[in-house]
């Protein structure tokens, strides 16, 4: 089972609001990634958590609030979000954190965010 | 650093032609090679990868991608399409030694794939 879930699939919000992405995945695997795709781009990384730890965060406003509660569940908290945030808000995880021959990052299907 | 080109944002074959998506890549290590694939408002799934060993690797759905390190490429394959291939395919690359960018994958910018008829 290679499944990664992110609810909820649609979300809408205004300027002023607080949501939260939920991503989560029963693989044990180790490290988790937030990544946001604007239409027609690649993903680009957000954050990368290894052993429920922040690792890496590519410069993201502080608007974008990452949280690990444990090694199976993955939350970006929003609030005070600009339009141009508006996109779709992947996750991913893979079994180590870079490590091994076959690391590999498998994702779930993405939040649509639509900011107001 | 490294990057990856994808040549042709888009690409449009006929149902049972053959299928070439094109990706260069630029490490200055020995890289680890990903095909994934996008259907519309959907995540990303993995086509195929390259780690080490033999250099053409099958995947899902019938496609396979060859390493050729000396042409620094691991295009993409398919000897004939399906109307079901039609999707947004993405190579991407990462490190396979330390350094600060280990383990961060980096995309090519994506080639649409039209499947017409």
């Known amino acids: 089972d290679t499944e990664v879930t992110q609810t909820p699939k649609h979300l809408v919000m205004g300027m002023t609001n607080k949501k939260s992405l939920k991503c989560e995945q029963h693989?044990?695997?180790?490290?988790m990634y937030w990544y946001k795709q604007k239409a027609k781009k690649p993903p680009e990384l957000m954050f990368v958590?290894?052993?429920?730890?922040?690792?890496i965060n590519e410069s993201v406003p502080s608007r974008f609030s990452p949280e690990c509660p444990n090694s199976s569940l993955l939350n970006l908290h929003l609030h005070a979000l600009q339009p141009e945030d508006s996109a779709l808000y992947l996750c991913?995880?893979?079994?180590?954190?870079?490590?091994?021959?076959?690391?590999?990052?498998?994702f779930g299907p993405g939040t649509r965010l639509l900011v107001l | 650093a490294q990057s990856v080109t994808q040549l042709g944002s888009h690409v449009s074959v006929s149902e049972g032609a053959l299928v070439l998506l094109r990706c260069n890549y630029s490490?200055?290590?020995?890289?680890?090679l990903f095909w994934y694939v996008q259907y519309p408002n959907q995540g990303l799934q993995l086509l195929l990868k390259?780690?080490?060993?033999?250099?053409l690797v099958k995947g899902i759905n019938g496609f396979e991608a060859e390493f050729k390190k000396s042409e620094t490429s691991f295009h993409l394959t398919k000897p004939s399409a399906h109307m079901s291939d039609a999707a947004e395919y993405f190579c991407?690359?990462?490190?396979?030694?330390?350094?600060?960018?280990?383990?961060?994958?980096?995309f090519g910018q994506g080639t649409i794939l039209t499947v017409h008829p």
């Open positions: 958590y290894s052993y429920e730890k922040l690792s």
């Open positions: 490490s200055s290590v020995p890289p680890y």
């Open positions: 991913a995880s893979s079994q180590h954190p870079g490590q091994g021959a076959g690391e590999t990052q498998y």
């Open positions: 991407a690359v990462r490190r396979s030694e330390g350094g600060t960018s280990y383990g961060k994958l980096t």
């Open positions: 390259y780690t080490t060993g033999a250099t």
């Open positions: 693989m044990g695997h180790r490290a």
